[in-house]
């Protein structure tokens, strides 16, 4: 896939992401044995280990207008979103006061008080950002292509930058409730799978929700039976990193077709946190949270259970 400000917008080119999200969406709803989407926007990753956060940053307007679409498609209350990463890069914002409205891609309001010499606001650990001789910063009157392909500057050559350490944010909205118990506070990163399986009553939990749901609606006096049967999976999007589904996972249904239909929406992103300070959150909107996220993203996650 192209970066998205390279993309063909033509009959010839690429469909944007939102739109191969949005379509894999309208084939797994079909399923009413339940589905998983993994949705992967993988060149933000990308434009970081060229240092070049202008990319970095319309690929993550991808992910937002992906995520918008999706959120359009389905309904919260039985669907669950997840947002996260799988890694972050090494790229910080630098700044001493400096005020609102700066542009985020140019330079600091001061410049440095040791040469005196201005620098971007975005910096890199390391990338081919890095310069011996002088130190790259935005240039006035650029044309949209030197715009476009501005690295900036790192402190450590390398042809290609490395992903960075620290911990990354984690968004959820779905199901009041479960939701929030599930993804709030700070957790190791193999905790997040277990949380979405939780949910969509995927592997071990589907005994549980089978056995929630028969006393249920039991309680009620209906008459239900159950049956485990296999999720649909799909995958979309520019992989950064590789990322392994369960397509063996088994979901819960109903046999009666009585049950209202659940689903739970998973969506995972290589988000930069504010220099390595544990920054784990939740919210019940996603997207009002993106601006935290705003320089990383790379995956969206869906899973859907009947
Ligand atoms: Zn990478």
């Known amino acids: 896939m192209e970066f998205e400000v390279d993309r063909d917008k033509g009959q010839n080119g690429d469909p944007p992401l939102s739109e191969m999200a949005v379509k894999a969406l309208s084939i797994l709803q079909k399923n009413n044995k339940g589905f998983f989407l993994f949705v992967e926007s993988g060149r933000i990753d990308h434009a970081h280990h060229y240092n070049n956060p202008y990319r970095a940053l319309e690929e993550t307007l991808v992910l937002e207008s992906t995520l918008e679409a999706i959120m359009s498609k389905v309904d919260l209350s ?7 990463a799988d890694h972050s890069h090494v790229m910080t914002m630098g700044g001493l006061a400096t005020p609102r409205g700066n ?15 201005p620098y971007s606001t975005l910096l890199y650990g ?15 009157n650029a044309t949209d292509a030197e715009t476009h392909n501005r690295l900036h500057g790192a402190a450590v050559p390398r042809q290609w930058a490395t992903h960075g350490g620290e911990d990354v944010a984690v968004y959820a909205a779905g199901p009041q409730g479960i939701t929030q118990a599930l993804f709030s506070g700070t957790f190791d990163q193999s905790y997040v799978p277990h949380a979405i399986a939780y949910v ?3 592997s071990e939990h589907a005994e549980r929700c089978r056995r929630q749901d028969a006393e249920a609606i039991n309680r009620s006096n209906s008459d239900a039976t159950f049956v485990a049967s296999k999720a649909g999976v799909l995958g979309v999007g520019a992989s950064s990193q590789g990322c392994s589904v369960d397509t063996n996972a088994v979901t819960r249904t109903a046999a009666t077709g009585g049950a209202k239909s659940g689903a739970a929406i998973v969506l995972a992103s290589s988000v930069l946190s504010d220099n390595g300070s544990s920054k784990q959150t939740n919210n019940t909107n996603p997207l009002l949270n993106l601006g935290y996220a705003l320089i990383a993203a790379a995956a969206m996650l869906v899973v859907a259970v009947t």
């Not at 039985?78 to 996260?84: A, E, G």
């Not at 542009?103 to 010499?117: A, C, F, H, N, Q």
């Open 126 to 140: 390391n990338g081919p950002g890095h310069s011996a001789e002088h130190r790259l910063v935005p240039m006035v």
């Open 103 to 117: 542009d985020i891609l140019g330079v600091d309001v001061k410049p440095s008080d040791v040469d005196g010499l």
């Open 200 to 202: 969509a009553c995927l």
């Open 78 to 84: 039985d669907t669950l979103i997840v947002v996260t």
